[in-house]
């Protein structure tokens, strides 16, 4: 199998099935190392994508060998490569200083909780930079969506209001999507 063949799809794939197992992990440490790998790992496939497009055009890849309008279509511009590269950036520097104040703000069980719905967050929005069309632009807004009223309502053991929070953002989030559509 060529693996820049399937370039565009690895920025999705491997946060989507590392999320899972971040879950499984022990609360400590371990999870934050893994996610951080993981963001770092997704930023220079997004890199090599963006130095892809940049070299031979604009890159189609069907999933599943299902051609649009009935396959899922990710295509990557070179607009889109520098936006991927420029989330996945963001994702992988900021990681590394997360855990210091998620310690802090965050019980110490849910840690794993936390980098799972991190890394979700970053498939959405990733998801949404590359994938060609509407539905399934709204199906990743969705994603990381319901991905960051988990988060909010993590922050729940410093403050209960978290979780009025996490609610009233599901419902503007609701709202939104349903302009959306």
């Known amino acids: 199998m060529n693996l820049a063949a399937q370039l565009p799809v690895i920025p999705i794939i491997v946060p989507l099935v590392a999320a899972p197992l971040t879950i499984l992990m022990p609360s ?11 963001t770092w790992v997704v930023f220079a496939a997004c890199a090599a994508l963006l130095h892809t497009v940049a070299a031979d055009g604009v890159i189609s890849y069907h999933l599943g060998d299902w051609a649009p309008p009935i396959g899922i279509e990710y295509r990557v511009d070179l607009a889109n490569a520098l936006v991927l590269t420029l989330v996945s950036g963001i994702a992988a520097m900021v990681m590394p200083f997360s855990y210091a104040s998620i310690s802090t703000e965050i019980d110490s069980r849910q840690i794993n909780l936390f980098y799972a719905a991190m890394l979700i967050c970053m498939v959405g929005l990733l998801g949404v930079t590359i ?17 960051t009223y988990a988060l909010v309502a993590l922050g729940a053991r410093i403050d209960r209001r ?10 503007m989030g609701t709202i939104g999507a349903t302009f959306f559509v």
Do not use: H, K, M, Q
């Not at 440490?29 to 790998?37: D, E, T």
């Not at 978290?162 to 419902?171: I, K, P, R």
């Open 162 to 171: 978290a979780l009025t929070a996490a609610f009233n953002y599901l419902v």
């Open 28 to 38: 400590g440490r371990l999870p934050y190392y893994w996610a951080s790998a993981v």
């Open 131 to 147: 994938t060609g069309d509407a539905f399934n632009v709204f199906v990743f807004l969705e994603i990381s969506s319901l991905s």
